[in-house]
């Protein structure tokens, strides 16, 4: 075990200043590699296949010189290294050059309302990135795309080839597509609870990726052992792989660091965000107790969870929200099985009580065993009696990896796309698209002047034709009678705003909207000015991120502003 045992090192405030610092003073061979930690929390470090490990204080570094074999097994510059670093929940590798150097830094996320992500950055011996993770650090556009399946139900009884094959096909897409994010698991990773063979073998199949899984317990995690497999856990590893407990899986998922922070770590229960987008496991079911008739499949107090969660990490800010659990809302689901249910018609209206006012786009779940070419879109429709929330919420089952099917998931600023994929990696043909709502539609809108019969309000009645003589275009006067034209939308209520969508005129004229000014408002008094590259094309997509009622647009020179649609998404 090695702790900064190269004479390399150094307190510099950040890896940035650091590679400029050694640019300038030390543009020759690097002796050595360094591990950085730029973020205000210790951080445990390791780099694979050597003796180097170091529990690194926040603003510090340790380093080994590349020709020690100890920590550089090879003793070359030039080898290959992988660099772990774990910072509370936390959890990434990169790889990593003997003679170069790596670092765990901090993403601000404060314009979600949100605490600091970490990702790491590797860089050869002359400066160069070599490695980046997580995919989108910094990015404004929402670009959040994802894996999801259910039931690998790992069987000791079973061949479990399909299972196999569709975790290998994902597992594979994660490591060569830096764009995915992770991979979700809608429950039931093993058949019987063993944890000697079923468990074991699902573990094999996610292993060195493990930290991009985001898996939770099913009904088939939580069998109760019988003596004998009690009896068997307590044998040496080998010796009977009969042993049976719930417990060990479900202290796995717990303790499992992961490829994101987490924002509220419980225990099985836990939720995470990628970009603006908040996502929730919770395991079996969202309840605060049994079902009745199914009392050893505990829900764990997820309903408890989940409404705790939301109210920490959402609140009023409308962002986009995913569940994830393993009972749905599909037949199977949440109707009768020799005289017992999964889950209750009251626990199910207990839980749209908990989410009828949050922005849930989109409800994943597993138990049904739906293969490859089947329908996996389900609704969770609005209990009888209830007035709150929309009609419906959106579900799906996530495919089942057992029959060698999962979904590949993409949140954009517009939609939601799902793409079944067979065991291969292959589409099946089954595609569904969820596309967000323009709150901007058909909603009160005004302007500072007025040309002939070009209302505001026909930048939001749906018609995103840019003719002008088509009759669906804006058209404000211009200098001197109207020196700073604007138009403006009122969302009538705050909204979470992700992004606002401009369509130019485009008979003529496109260069009109070039010098102007989005803003966004809670109270039509107090503006916030959003960036944006500030020549708008015939379609402009602006990121805006914030929570607010008003929208505005307004020309900062005396032109006429000519707008054909403004359109405003979560």
Known sequence: MLEKRCPLHLSLPSPRILAMALLLLAPGVASAFCLYNSVNTTANVKVLGGDFSSS????????????????????????MLHAQFEVGTFNCVVPLQAGGYAFVDKEDRSQWRLPPNYYCKSFTHDHQLFYQSNYGVGFTKRDVRFLVTGDPQYQNSGDNIATNQ????????ITHNPQIRGM???????????????????????????RFVYDGIGNHDQHEATFAQQFACGLPSGADSACVDRGEIQNDIHDRKRSTVLSLHGNPHYSWDWHDIHF????????????????????????????MDLALNVGASGR????????????????????????????????????????????????NHRGPGLPFQEFFYRPAG??????????????????????????????????????????????????????ALNKPATQSSLLNDAQAWKAVDGNTDGVFPNLSVTHTLGAPQDPQPWW???????????????????????????????????DGATWHEVPHPGQAGTVTRIPVRRTGRYVKVQ?????????????VFE
């Not at 929730?280 to 409404?307: H, I, Y």
């Not at 986009?320 to 009972?327: A, D, M, N, S």
């Not at 020309?555 to 359109?567: H, I, K, N, R």
Request: with cysteine.
């Open 56 to 79: 690194i204080s926040a603003g510090d570094n340790a380093c080994c010189h590349w020709s020690n074999t100890d920590c550089n097994p090879a003793g070359t510059q030039g080898a």
């Open 166 to 173: 569709t975790l290998a096909t994902m597992v594979n897409a």
């Open 184 to 210: 979700v698991v809608a429950g039931d990773l093993t058949q019987n609870t063993r944890t000697r063979d079923e468990f074991a073998w699902y573990k094999s199949a996610i292993s060195g990726m493990s």
């Open 280 to 307: 929730v496991q919770l395991n079996l079911f969202p309840g605060a107790e049994a079902s009745p008739t199914r009392p050893e499949n505990s829900p764990k107090d997820s309903l408890v969870f989940l409404m």
């Open 320 to 367: 986009p929200v995913v569940l994830i659990h393993h009972y749905g809302f599909d037949p199977f689901s949440t109707g009768e099985e020799d005289g017992k249910y999964w889950w209750t018609e009251a626990q199910r209206v207990a839980y749209w009580d908990a989410i009828a006012n949050y922005n849930v786009i989109a409800i994943f779940t597993g138990h």
């Open 386 to 439: 209830r007035i709150s929330g929309p009609e419906r919420f959106h579900s799906f089952v996530s495919g089942a990896a057992i029959s060698g099917a999962y979904l590949d998931a993409m949140v954009d600023d517009t939609a939601l796309s799902l793409t079944q994929m067979d065991r291969h990696g292959t589409p099946t043909g089954m595609f569904v698209q969820i596309p967000f709502k323009n709150l």
């Open 488 to 522: 403006m939308v009122d969302l009538e209520g705050q909204r979470w705003i992700g992004s606002v969508v401009l369509h130019n005129r485009t008979d003529c004229c496109v260069e009109r909207l070039s010098n102007f000014k989005l803003m966004v408002s809670a």
């Open 555 to 567: 020309l900062l020179g005396g032109g006429p502003l000519s707008l054909a649609e403004v359109q």
